[in-house]
T-cell receptor
């Protein structure tokens, strides 16, 4: 069964550094998403991406964040100048047409 | 904006039935989802309702009343492995690229 994959599974970085989180969505899916979940809190929507551009973004997704689909398979989230409060689990999700969103296993980001 | 409420924690007995309720107040509505999340893992899709009524899928059923802003997830023949958090999420009206707004989740504890 096709699934969303994410790398790395864990990332530790120093405050102020840049990180890139990578995702490979399910191959025939058209919509791509990033969510985050701070430990013990709810899953929060960051951004959605369709037809090679951002479709929707939340208040959390400020200028510190950017997304890219550099080729036909990868979907990346870049966080510039990380802050302590960026420590969270970051989930990528993909969706075929107007169907269900399927989540990847997540990247646990720890900012020191 | 969206507001989604669900109980923080519930306890049930192995083999029994449990109903997890979710109420939502939204400016728009384009579907309600239930996900299961084990600690430290990604949300896993359980069910999707966009029209009023009951959707059944094996041991899991989900009900939606759009006029009441209400949904429930029914789990039958509970097993120990059903101990997890159950997340209610709403997709806002609009295009298929809309992100999901999640509730805080209901932590379900299954006792022998």
């Amino acid at each position: 069964e096709p699934e969303v994959t994410q790398t790395p599974s864990h990332q530790v970085t120093q405050m102020g550094q840049e990180v890139i989180l990578r995702c490979v969505p399910i191959s025939n899916h058209l919509y791509f998403y990033w969510y985050r979940q701070i430990l013990g809190q709810k899953v929060e929507f960051l951004v959605s991406f369709y037809n090679n551009e951002i479709s929707e973004k939340s208040e959390i997704f400020d200028d510190q964040f950017s997304v890219e689909r550099p080729d036909g398979s990868n979907f990346t989230l870049k966080i510039r100048s990380t802050k302590l409060e960026d420590s969270a689990m970051y989930f990528c999700a993909s969706q075929e047409a107007r169907e269900t969103q399927y989540f990847g296993p997540g990247t646990r980001l720890l900012v020191l | 904006g969206q507001n989604i409420d669900q109980p923080t924690e519930m306890t049930a007995t192995e083999g029994a039935i449990v109903q997890i309720n979710c109420t939502y107040q939204t400016s728009g509505f384009n579907g309600l989802f239930w996900y299961q999340q084990h600690a430290g893992e990604a949300p896993t899709f359980l069910s999707y309702n966009v029209l009023d009524g009951l959707e059944e899928k094996g041991r899991f059923s989900s009900f939606l009343s759009r006029s009441k802003g209400y949904s429930y997830l029914l789990l039958k023949e509970l097993q120990m492995k059903d101990s997890a958090s159950y997340l209610c999420a709403v997709r806002d009206s609009g295009g298929g690229a809309d992100g999901l707004t999640f509730g805080k989740g209901t932590h379900l504890i299954i006792q022998p």
